[in-house]
Nanobody, 130 residues
Framework: QVQLVESGGGLVQTGGSLRLSCAAS????????MAWFRQAPGKEREFVVL????????YFADSVKGRFTISRDNAKNTVYLQMNSLKPEDTAVYYC???????????????????????WGQGTQVTVSS
């Protein structure tokens, strides 16, 4: 089993920045594809971004492209989400997810579905005030 713990959430004003972290423990592997999802009140959980195990590939949702960046430190089993130019619509609980086989792309599509990830964190709240 793998445990994922997110941190770094909080309250920020529009235009501000936050950096989320996701620390993995347990039967971790550097081969995992890692992703961030988010869920706003009353809405379904949605994909935000993924990063391949070797950081060679990333894929962003259009809504965050150009504002968010993702990185990982495999030596620390940690993934980071840097969020800049935050907007009120970014308000959500942010979840870290891991896919254990290291795949992130198939059949012309990146893995952006909830069922495509094996492990999930408990989430961290991000609130952007207007």
């Amino acid at each position: 089993q793998v445990q994922l713990v997110e941190s770094g959430g909080g309250l920020v004003q529009t235009g501000g920045s936050l950096r989320l972290s996701c620390a993995a423990s347990g039967r971790t592997s550097r081969m995992y594809t890692m992703a961030w999802f988010r869920q706003a009140p009353g809405k379904e959980r949605e994909f935000v971004v993924l990063i391949s195990w070797d950081s060679g590939s990333t894929y962003f949702a259009d809504s965050v492209k150009g504002r968010f960046t993702i990185s990982r430190d495999n030596a620390k089993n940690t993934v980071y989400l840097q969020m800049n130019s935050l907007k009120p619509e970014d308000t959500a609980v942010y979840y870290c997810a891991a896919r254990q086989d290291g795949a992130y792309y198939s059949g012309g599509s990146y893995y952006t579905g909830l069922s495509q990830y094996n492990y999930w964190g408990q989430g961290t709240q991000v609130t952007v005030s207007s």
